[in-house]
């Protein structure tokens, strides 16, 4: 791709630095949304767990009231938590689109200016088409792919973490 226009190729590779500059600062920012949602998550799960099962009833009678507002309060910051990382997430795809399609219509129009002027064949030009969506479509894939990648990379942790707690 490279040797069929050098001017074109840089025209790629100045869009392409940027998002994934930007795909690394979201990374960043997301880890620890991810690892604290898999903590609100798990002390939610718990108390769902023993609510159900019984225990919070033979833990006492009168903290039905105490019970019922930490469980609105660890769940309205789960929601909070996931509403962030969710923000965070569409951020990045919606940036990714953003990028890849202005480094298409880039392309698009510095090659029609340079096929014009007889700088640059149709036929090297399509083929130069045909490779910047060889080279945009698995970028997207990574952006769309980069939270799911966020989220078990913080699911990972949580578990390292959970398994070097003391045993009791």
Same mark, same amino acid.
């Given at each position: 791709?490279?040797?069929?226009? *050098? ?15 930007? %795909?690394? +600062?979201?990374? @960043? !920012?997301? /880890?620890?949304?991810? /690892?604290?949602?898999? =903590? *609100? @998550?798990?002390?939610?799960? $718990?108390?769902?767990? &023993?609510?159900?099962?019984? *225990?919070?009833? !033979? /833990?006492?009678?009168?903290?039905? &009231? ?5 469980? @609105?309060?660890?769940?309205?910051? %789960?929601?909070?938590?996931? /509403?962030?990382?969710? +923000?965070?997430? #569409? ?13 298409? %219509?880039? +392309?698009?129009?510095?090659?029609? @200016?340079?096929? +014009? ?12 088409? =045909? ?5 945009? $479509? ?15 990379? $913080?699911?990972?942790?949580?578990? #390292? &973490?959970?398994?070097?707690? $003391?045993?009791?």
């Amino acid at each position: 791709m490279c040797l069929i226009n *050098i001017k074109l190729t840089l025209h790629i590779i100045s869009p392409m630095i940027i998002f994934s500059i930007i %795909l690394f +600062i979201i990374y @960043k !920012i997301q /880890k620890p949304s991810f /690892k604290n949602r898999k =903590a *609100i @998550k798990a002390r939610v799960s $718990a108390n769902l767990t &023993e609510a159900f099962i019984g *225990i919070k009833v !033979i /833990k006492g009678f009168t903290s039905n &009231e105490y019970s019922t507002a930490i469980f @609105k309060r660890e769940f309205f910051e %789960l929601f909070q938590s996931i /509403k962030r990382t969710l +923000i965070s997430a #569409n951020i990045l795809i919606n940036s990714g689109v953003f990028f890849m399609g202005t480094t298409t %219509l880039l +392309i698009r129009w510095f090659g029609s @200016k340079m096929s +014009i002027n007889n700088e640059l064949t149709m036929g090297d030009f399509t083929t130069f088409i =045909a490779y910047l969506t060889f080279l945009v $479509a698995p970028v997207f894939q990574i952006a769309r792919m980069s939270s799911q990648f966020t989220d078990a990379n $913080a699911s990972i942790e949580r578990i #390292n &973490e959970t398994l070097e707690l $003391a045993n009791e």
